[in-house]
């Protein structure tokens, strides 16, 4: 530990319960991006599950807005140390989307637009725990935050709910994704405070 | 805000010289994708982020990722060919290790 | 420390003191820190901050020091200038709340890339946005120190006449450091008796008040990233070869 600076406290770090630990709370919704901010036209967006055997689902934007539609109000946890409670979003569950698609994976890979990918054990994505999110605090999801639509899995840290998502590949082993190859934790889970590979 | 939201590869500097004992912002490197080569300092870099990406002025592709926990560092420069690092000039001639 | 001779220590954070403030602006302040063991720097560089809470929580960010070491009775001392980032973490606390004496962490020089060189004879034109304008005061501090005949043109793009950091000091010496021209811009409201509306740094403030191009200047430019950006783009328009720019951008974290 460095040398105190008197007066100094920093942001308010959470003695909260709702809070993971060594979560502050942040009534704002802080913009984070690893490149440039794609730009998706809804004429060409689709959402793609690719299953292990090759076989592909598809959706267009027409298509998952006319899927039955949910508003999770959820807790959300970014591993930079934020947390934003309350936050509601409206959007497609991922067991909706994974009804009919037939897998024997355990794993999934999510990818965006722009290259951005991810990794999560399909179970995760089920039980009413994700979903493909267009809609944030009831107006259509600005591109910064992801939009046109980005992976809602708020029980993991943030940087899982991939923005500008564009498909799920299914897998039998586990792939690591963008930040899990640089040192991130493969599962993520913010109340054990798994942020780094071996926490 | 949002295409702008990168600093310059000058930033590097602080962060890696936690690692180097160079100043990898003023050496030149190959981009692994474009072939693009030049100064370090004028990658593209995301900071506002789980760590730090460096991406390519031409092309984008992410050349390094530095991830800093408390205990440990993660870098990754497999978007780099080469590092071309300026060095003190030196008498001895090169000769077969 | 120079381009050129890489071999260094790794670098080691080291506790600096607070010997005086100076306000700038109604947003920004000059912190003037005891570096006991400041190996020296080039103008344009900059140093890290570090800021420890009692709990061990932490916070870095990194500043431009504003012009060459000076040497106090207890060792070097070093310039940073500070500007208040609303909401931010470490600027309000450098600014509100750190005191005379008191410690804080850095470590530095850092950069090796946005620095002027005093051997180099090209001429130099600084295009600074908001507290852009502080690795650029250190070059223009650098250049009088050393006696320099380098001819400088710096354009200073501001939001008003009271956000001018150092307007006293840019007013004597663009009297009096022969061979230093100074330009505003104003881009929310300019003074009283200024010719034209405010504006962003455009074609026509490049062209009249920097150098053509076919003076091969080198060109510092820093300031927010959309700044920077915008500005890059024109010199390149005018024909200066982009290996002549040299670009600092700073985002909004304080």
């Given at each position: 530990m460095g040398i105190v600076s008197p007066g100094f406290s920093g942001r308010p770090r959470s003695q909260e319960p709702a809070l993971p630990p060594g979560q502050y709370l942040t009534e704002d919704f802080p913009v984070l991006s690893a490149g440039p901010t794609p730009r998706v036209s809804l004429d060409t967006w689709e959402f793609v599950i690719s299953a292990e055997n090759g076989t592909e689902y598809r959706w267009s934007w027409q298509e998952l807005m006319a899927l039955p539609q949910e508003t999770p109000m959820v807790d959300i946890h970014c591993v930079t140390h934020w947390s934003k409670l309350g936050t509601t979003w409206q959007g497609v569950s991922l067991d909706t989307l994974l009804d009919g698609v037939d897998t024997g994976a355990h794993f999934a890979l999510a990818h965006s637009y722009g290259g951005y990918t991810t990794n999560l054990p399909l179970d995760d994505l089920r039980g009413g725990r994700a979903w493909v999110a267009h809609t944030f605090d009831g107006a259509p999801l600005p591109a910064e935050h992801g939009g046109p639509a980005r992976l809602l899995v708020p029980h993991l840290y943030f940087w899982k709910s991939a923005k500008w998502v564009r498909g799920i590949r299914l897998k039998t082993m586990d792939e690591p994704g963008f930040w899990e190859t640089a040192g991130y934790h493969d599962y993520g889970d913010p109340w054990r405070e798994q942020r780094y590979q071996g926490d | 805000m949002t295409e702008m939201s990168y600093l310059d590869g000058n930033m590097l500097d602080g962060p890696m010289r936690e690692l180097f004992t160079?100043?990898?912002?003023?050496a030149m490197g190959r981009c692994e994708n474009c072939g693009m080569t030049g100064s370090m300092a004028s990658l593209h870099v995301y900071s506002h982020a789980p760590g730090l990406v460096a991406r390519c002025?031409?092309?984008?592709?992410?050349m390094v990722r530095l991830v800093r926990a408390p205990d440990r560092a993660w870098l990754d420069m497999r978007g780099v060919t080469y590092l071309q690092v300026p060095m003190p000039m030196e008498q001895t001639l090169p000769e077969p290790l | 420390m120079a381009t050129g001779t890489p071999a260094r220590a790794p670098i080691k954070w080291q506790v600096a003191r607070l010997v005086e403030r100076r306000v700038e602006t109604p947003t920004a302040q000059t912190l003037v820190l005891e570096v006991p063991d400041w190996p020296g720097h080039l103008p344009g560089q900059h140093v890290d901050v570090r800021l420890t809470a009692p709990d061990g929580y932490q916070a870095a960010r990194s500043y431009s020091v504003a012009g060459p070491a000076v040497d106090g009775p207890d060792g070097p001392r070093i310039e940073v200038t500070v500007q208040r980032v609303p909401d931010g973490e470490v600027s309000p606390y450098l600014i509100d709340v750190f005191g005379a004496g008191d410690p804080v962490e850095v470590r530095g020089?850092?950069?090796?890339?946005f620095i002027w060189r005093s051997e180099d004879t090209a001429p130099v034109q600084l295009v600074a946005g908001g507290s852009g304008i502080v690795p650029l005061m250190a070059m223009i501090r650098a250049r009088r120190a050393v006696g320099s005949k380098v001819p400088f043109r710096l354009i200073y793009s501001v939001r008003t006449a009271q956000d001018v950091i150092y307007a006293d000091e840019l007013r004597r010496r663009g009297r009096d450091d022969f061979g230093l021209d100074v330009a505003y811009v104003y881009t929310r409201e300019a003074p009283d008796?200024?010719?034209g509306e405010p504006h962003r740094v455009g074609l026509a403030d490049v062209n009249t008040h920097g150098w053509p191009p076919d003076l091969e200047p080198l060109t510092y430019v820093c300031g927010p990233t959309g700044f920077v950006e915008a500005v890059a783009d024109l010199l390149v328009g005018l024909g200066h070869s982009s290996r002549r720019i040299r670009t600092e951008r700073f985002g909004p974290t304080g």
């Open positions: - | 160079v100043d990898l912002s003023t002025p031409s092309c984008e592709s992410v | 020089p850092l950069g090796g890339w008796g200024w010719r």
